[in-house]
C-alpha cells in the first residue's frame, strides 16, 4: 500500500503565500509523475500542475507565474509554491503520483486539503 498525506492548506489573504506538500510513503520502488489537481465547488477539478520524474513541469495557465510545482525525489514529497493568491484560488488541492510498487505501476491521489484565500 502506498499514502500520500498533504500538508499546507490553510486561510490566507489575496496576495499572500502558502506552499503545499505532499508526501508518499509505502511500497515504493520507484515514482514517476507527481502533481496537484484542484477542485473549487461547483467547478470542475482542473490539473495546476505536473512534474515528471526527471523534472519536467507544466502547470495551468491561470497559475503560470505565481505557483511553483517541484519535487524531492529522496523524500518523496511534492511542493507546491503558491504565491501572490487569487481568491480564485480557493479550492481543495488534491496530490497525485505514479507509483512503481511490488504489485505494479498505479496511480495514488492525496485526501485533498483545502486552501482558502479570502479578506
Known amino acids: 500500500q502506498v499514502q500520500l498525506v498533504e500538508s499546507g492548506g490553510g486561510l490566507n489573504q489575496p496576495g499572500g503565500s502558502l506552499r503545499l506538500s505532499c508526501a508518499a510513503s509505502?511500497?515504493?520502488?520507484?515514482?514517476?509523475?507527481m502533481g496537484w489537481y484542484r477542485q473549487a465547488p461547483g467547478k470542475q477539478r482542473e490539473l495546476v500542475a505536473h512534474?515528471?520524474?526527471?523534472?519536467?513541469?507544466n502547470h495551468t495557465d491561470s497559475v503560470k507565474g505565481r505557483f511553483t510545482i517541484s519535487r524531492d525525489n529522496a523524500k518523496n514529497t511534492v511542493y507546491l509554491q503558491m504565491n501572490s493568491l487569487k481568491p480564485e484560488d480557493t479550492a481543495v488541492y488534491s496530490c497525485y503520483a505514479g507509483v512503481l510498487t511490488g504489485k505494479g505501476i498505479y496511480a495514488y491521489w492525496g485526501q485533498g486539503t483545502q486552501v482558502t484565500v479570502s479578506s
Open positions: 512534474i515528471t520524474s526527471g523534472g519536467s513541469t
Open positions: 509505502g511500497n515504493i520502488f520507484s515514482i514517476y509523475a
